[in-house]
C-alpha cells in the first residue's frame, strides 16, 4: 500500500507498516523503527488518546499497534531494513526471556498442585471405602492442602529468581544489541 503525496513538482511515495506489541513496549518499537527512516502516521492519529499508538476495539488487554510510515525511495533502504530486522528478532529475544520469568514459575506451581491433588483423591477414596479409613483419610490430606497452599510460594520463588537471572541478560541485550543497532540506523539516515 503506498500514498502519493504533492508538494509542488515533489512527490513522496510511502509504504506504512503496523506493528502489534505489548503496550509498555510500545513506545520502544516507536522510538527504535525512527532510526531506520521511519514516522508516527499521523493520519490514523487516535483521537481520544492523541498519540500514535492506536488500540483497535478488537483487542483486548496490553496490546497496541503501532503504525508508521516512511519514505520509499529513502537512501541506503537495504542497509536499513536489514538493521530493523536484527532490532525485530533482539525484540522478540526480549520478550521470550521475559515470558520464561513465568513459564518455570507456573510448571513448577502446576506440579506440586498436582501432586497435592492426587494425595486428596488418595484420602477421598480412604474416606469413601467401605469400611472407611479415617486414619488414611487424614494422613492424605495433611499432604494434599500443603500441595494446594504451597504451588503459590514456589510460583514466587522461582519468579524472583528468574526474574533475577534475566534482568541481567535483557539489559545486555538492550545496551549491547539494540542501542547499537538503533545508532547504525540513525548514521545511515
Not at 479415617?134 to 520463588?157: D, E, H, N
Amino acid at each position: 500500500m503506498s500514498e502519493i503525496t504533492k508538494d509542488g513538482n515533489n512527490f513522496v511515495g510511502y509504504e506504512y507498516k503496523e506493528i502489534l506489541t505489548d503496550r509498555e513496549k510500545a513506545s520502544m518499537y516507536l522510538d527504535g523503527y525512527m532510526n531506520f527512516g521511519w514516522e508516527a502516521d499521523e493520519n490514523t492519529q487516535s483521537y481520544e488518546t492523541k498519540t500514535m499508538i492506536n488500540i483497535p476495539s478488537y483487542k483486548s488487554g496490553n496490546k497496541a499497534i503501532v503504525k508508521l510510515k516512511r519514505d520509499r525511495k529513502i537512501l541506503n533502504k537495504t542497509e536499513l531494513t536489514r538493521l530493523q530486522r536484527h532490532f525485530d528478532a533482539c525484540m522478540k529475544d526480549i520478550e521470550v526471556m521475559e515470558s520464561s520469568k513465568t513459564q518455570n514459575a507456573t510448571i513448577w506451581a502446576l506440579i506440586i498442585g498436582f501432586i497435592g491433588t492426587a494425595f486428596m483423591t488418595g484420602s477421598v477414596f480412604a474416606v469413601v471405602a467401605t469400611p472407611p479409613m479415617i486414619p488414611l483419610c487424614v494422613i492424605l490430606a495433611i499432604p494434599a492442602f500443603i500441595g494446594w497452599i504451597l504451588p503459590y510460594f514456589i510460583y514466587k520463588k522461582v519468579l524472583q529468581k528468574q526474574s533475577e537471572k534475566v534482568a541481567p541478560l535483557i539489559e545486555q541485550k538492550y545496551d549491547d544489541e539494540i542501542y547499537e543497532i538503533c545508532e547504525k540506523g540513525n548514521k545511515l539516515l
